[in-house]
């Protein structure tokens, strides 16, 4: 009754309980907990969702039209697999046409940056009666299991453009993701970030001590914490102050050396890290790398500083400058985790809020377009080598096998080993789905 | 369509006449004590304690001992003003020898502005859903202001919630927000009215009827169909604006799922209503929903405030009539009605109360008490938590403030601190049992690292650590200070002896300064400091 009543369901249950023995005599409960996640087949199951703000131009990328007026100025390469071809920006990306599935077919209806967002991220249209967790927090919560580092780490968020977009909504704050945040000097106004010649650090929001406490205070603080917790708990014995003192220690887990090195990108040669990408983009995705070799389900990855991909003017030079950096990111991440097996477990989707107009306006730019757009999968539960659905002739309309963002959302969560209408429940007892929609099963493997 | 004009002035004048009553109200509470048969809140707080004895003896139930000063007065800062209180008022109510300065307490505290700001800050979270903050902050806000001055006039909680319901929105900005919020659909807003002021979860009968269930599909859509008139005039302006406009119309029917079944409204365990020329749906709902007899709507009232100061309700459904306690609730229930929907009474009467004032402590706390028989520990909301932090050393935010005299929490414009807002939105657990603990490691990463606690701790910046700098202060005197502002008690010689120890290796007043941060850290994020108890 009070777990129906709580949203929660019953592996967070065991969970919770399991941290509320922690430091307590009840042990024997510890191994049914183990084998409880060890017969998960969910368990090592990786999600990298990458998100293109300002809704990049599907014309120019994955649904070229070669001979149309429409066209631009790009012309289409063939890649690994005949018959699947992309832009001449996207050489690195086209060797693993293999592993990619490119969707043309996509049709939504919001085409504001904010509603488009939202729609897009948590399968809802905004301001509904219901909070709806973005699909990634909703994701990340399912594909949890007992680890130090965070379960959803997202890198350069846009989150101004829609909060909502980005949060947990009534899932509640436990599973918001870990934000980490480029440093090492922001890029000059308009400078390509490929330009930047030394790769920027990413750092995690938290992690990092206050600037006037170090090392040595910090352990002075966490032993003095944990003197005086111990005297407060001993004789104590609510299983929610046992709960808040496990989250503090495993907090204080986070910030050990071995956690942090997670995250410290300097370890990686420079050569590497150049061919990822110098950009906040290319070192994401290495981090994104780092942290499904960790372990951590479900990373994010924003390509385009705010509305990047709002190409309204001058779209052809500013597309394939993102392109690029798209390319060497992305690209180099399927290397690596392919490399390292863990392709085959890692579910990679790339979107944005919508696509952009075929027709190119006066500004040598193209608009906002929601009618028929493309979003890409890739890698684990994915069947690469193909282009699902088609566009017309000039890219308007969709011709064939139209999906809507629904469906797009249920194939990803298929493709992790989630069945998309598992429901989580809200405070005032709504059952809502991970996603409503129909998988398309053409592509998953 | 629009509703002709002579509804709207009806309507007018309806919202008149329950605004008059708040007068009349006013005079009504001259005479109460000399109704010899209406208790007083002590009065009434002695049978609450003699109903809640009956049950302990019933059950065999040992109570816990009475709550220590200290811990008392932290928990009903809390509960009724959402900060802990000041070092200055702890020491003074430690040393005051006065036996009814509880009393004094609880009533400088209903009086107090951050009564008010408590109450509002409250009820936003209840009315609006988990999310629609991020959304609609200036409009959240808004509501917020909108309950606030009600609740600083200690309106009636019938009309509360009648203005609420009869809203036109427009230039009076907050409570058309539970119609925003709800997408203005008849469903929605029949579930949320359901939850809200009559406490029962009518929508699970929204598709069907349940054979154990007590409510039919009837229930729900005949108080859906009350809703079906009021419209947001469908322009996109209107929705984006600020002064989002409502409207009656006199057309608009609901039916049911997948039929073209029209259904009537009908109040929910009562009869039909039948459309009238003077007088909208929605109108006919707010004065059957308020009105004295509608028990369902002071039992959920009751039964909610219980929740806050005790941590779970009198009953835990109150769609169970044969629930042990009901006695209890129904009684409340009507000296709430009595005493004409007088919340602060009802705050009064509760927090006077012994089982109130028990101490958490003692008993296997793995259990939940039976029968109220020792408090429930709960954790602060995050707004509690914020405020606590501003209350121990003053945030670089003026807005936030809690006991500013120019703020009290409240802001001019429709702006509120963005570091307060950011704090909270990254801390609000997901919705669950108030007495668990709800948070994760991001959450106590903030805690440990984040802007907040840096400045409440900073040597330097910490406005509490700089008073403690004093010279003629001892370093037990320190310790003192710091457990007192952050747990309202002495600390335990055993733990004054381990802060000592740490004071004792400062050689420099630098790494003293150090070190006072130190244990102001270490107490900050303690469990102890987390918790209401």
């Known amino acids: 009754m009070a777990s129906h009543h709580g949203g929660i369901d019953r592996r967070e249950l065991l969970r919770n309980f399991g941290l509320g023995l922690l430091g307590t005599s009840c042990a024997s409960w510890l191994p049914s907990l183990a084998a409880e996640i060890a017969q998960d087949p969910r368990r090592r199951r990786h999600c990298i969702l990458l998100w293109m703000s300002g809704g990049p131009s599907q014309t120019d990328l994955f649904d070229m039209k070669p001979g149309h007026a429409n066209g631009g100025e790009f012309k289409e390469v063939a890649t690994s697999v005949p018959g699947l071809r992309f832009s001449e920006h996207l050489p690195k990306l086209g060797k693993f046409g293999d592993q990619l599935a490119v969707v043309r077919s996509l049709t939504t209806k919001e085409g504001d940056h904010a509603r488009g967002t939202h729609l897009v991220r948590t399968g809802h249209p905004p301001a509904g009666e219901v909070a709806y967790p973005s699909i990634a927090c909703a994701l990340a919560k399912e594909l949890e299991y007992e680890s130090v580092l965070p379960n959803y780490v997202t890198v350069a968020p846009p989150r101004d453009i829609n909060p909502a977009a980005f949060e947990p909504g009534f899932l509640g704050a436990r599973y918001a993701p870990a934000i980490v945040a480029g440093s090492g000097g922001p890029p000059a106004p308009g400078a390509a970030p490929m330009a930047l010649a030394k790769p920027v650090d990413l750092k995690m929001a938290d992690l990092e001590l206050p600037p006037d406490v170090n090392a040595d205070e910090a352990a002075r603080r966490l032993a003095l914490w944990n003197t005086l917790e111990r005297k407060f708990l001993d004789g104590r014995h609510a299983n929610a102050f046992e709960t808040h003192n496990a989250l503090y220690r495993k907090a204080a887990d986070l910030m050990t050396p071995d956690v942090r090195k997670a995250f410290d990108l300097t370890t990686e040669s420079d050569k590497l890290r150049s061919q990822y990408g110098n950009g906040v983009f290319g070192q994401g995705c290495l981090l994104a790398r780092r942290l499904v070799e960790r372990g951590v389900p479900f990373v994010e990855v924003a390509l385009g500083d705010g509305l990047g991909w709002d190409t309204h003017q001058d779209n052809f030079r500013r597309v394939k400058k993102l392109s690029e950096e798209l390319d060497a990111g992305w690209a180099t991440l399927m290397g690596e985790l392919q490399e390292r097996d863990l392709l085959k477990d890692t579910t990679i989707l790339w979107i944005s809020e919508f696509g952009r107009t075929p027709q190119i306006n006066g500004n040598a730019g193209r608009d906002h377009f929601p009618a028929a757009w493309s979003c890409v999968f890739a890698g684990g539960g994915i069947k690469g080598g193909q282009a699902y659905g088609k566009t017309s002739a000039d890219g308007t309309t969709v011709e064939e096998k139209q999906v809507g963002i629904g469906d797009v959302l249920a194939t990803l969560s298929t493709a992790l080993g989630v069945p998309p209408d598992h429901e989580n429940v809200t405070a005032s007892n709504r059952p809502i789905k991970i996603a409503e929609g129909t998988p398309i099963h053409d592509i998953l493997a | ?533």
């Open chain 2, 1 to 533: 369509m629009r509703l002709k004009r002579a509804y709207f002035w009806f309507l007018v004048v309806a919202l008149g006449i329950i605004r008059c009553s708040i007068a009349i109200a006013a005079g009504r509470s001259e005479a109460r004590t000399t109704d010899s048969t209406l208790r007083t809140s002590e009065q009434m707080a002695a049978r609450v304690d003699d109903l809640i004895a009956q049950m302990w003896s019933a059950d065999k139930v040992e109570p816990a001992v009475k709550s220590a000063d200290g811990e008392f007065m932290r928990r009903v800062c809390l509960d009724l003003n959402g900060v802990i209180p000041r070092v200055g008022d702890v020491r003074a109510f430690l040393a005051d020898d006065n036996p009814t300065k509880r009393v004094q307490l609880i009533d400088r505290l209903l009086n107090s502005p951050r009564y008010s700001t408590h109450m509002a800050t409250t009820w936003r979270n209840r009315i609006l859903p988990l999310g629609v903050d991020a959304e609609r902050g200036p409009q959240a806000v808004a509501l917020q202001k909108w309950l606030r001055a009600r609740f600083a006039k200690n309106l009636r909680y019938d009309n509360l919630v009648g203005e609420m319901l009869l809203t036109l929105g427009g230039d009076e900005l907050g409570p058309a927000l539970f119609y925003q919020a709800n997408d203005v659909s008849p469903e929605k807003l029949a579930t949320s009215t359901a939850e809200l002021f009559l406490g029962v979860h009518l929508h699970c009968a929204q598709c069907h009827d349940h054979p154990t269930a007590s409510w039919t599909q009837r229930d729900f859509w005949g108080l859906a169909a009350f809703f079906a008139r009021v419209r947001a005039p469908d322009d996109r302006n209107n929705m984006m604006r600020m002064s989002y406009r409502l409207v009656d119309t006199n057309q608009g029917d609901v039916m049911l799922p997948n039929s073209s079944t029209v259904v009537s409204p009908k109040y929910p365990d009562g009869d039909d209503a039948t459309d009238a020329s003077d007088r909208t749906r929605r109108l006919q709902l707010a004065l059957w929903l308020t009105s004295p007899e509608n028990k369902f709507f002071s039992r959920a009232a009751v039964n909610w405030a219980w929740s806050q100061l005790f941590g779970r309700g009198i009953v835990e459904s109150l769609d169970d009539t044969e629930a042990v306690n009901n006695q209890l609730l129904n009684e409340l229930a009507d000296y709430f009605v009595k005493t004409d929907f007088d919340l602060r009474n009802l705050w009064r009467t509760l927090a006077l109360t012994q089982a109130y004032q028990l101490s958490s402590g003692g008993g296997d706390a793995t259990k939940p008490p039976q029968d109220f028989s020792r408090m429930i520990a709960r954790p602060l909301t995050p707004e509690q938590l914020y405020d606590s932090f501003a209350t121990l050393a003053p945030l670089n935010d003026a807005a936030s403030q809690p006991y500013s005299p120019e703020t009290n929490g409240v802001t001019a414009g429709l702006e509120e601190s963005s570091l307060r807002t950011d704090f909270i939105r990254r801390m609000r657990p997901p919705p669950g049992d108030p007495a668990e603990y709800r948070e994760g490691t991001l959450q106590a990463l903030l805690l440990m690292n984040g802007k907040a606690v840096a400045d409440v701790t900073a040597s330097g910046r910490s406005s509490l650590l700089g008073a403690l700098e004093a010279p003629f202060l001892s370093n037990a005197d320190c310790v003192q200070s710091l457990f007192l502002a952050a747990f309202a008690r002495q600390p335990t010689d055993d733990e004054a002896k381990t802060c000592l120890a740490v004071l004792a290796e400062a050689k420099t007043p630098t790494d003293r300064s150090k070190a006072l941060s130190d244990i102001l850290w270490a107490l900050v994020n303690s469990t102890e400091f987390a918790f209401n108890q």
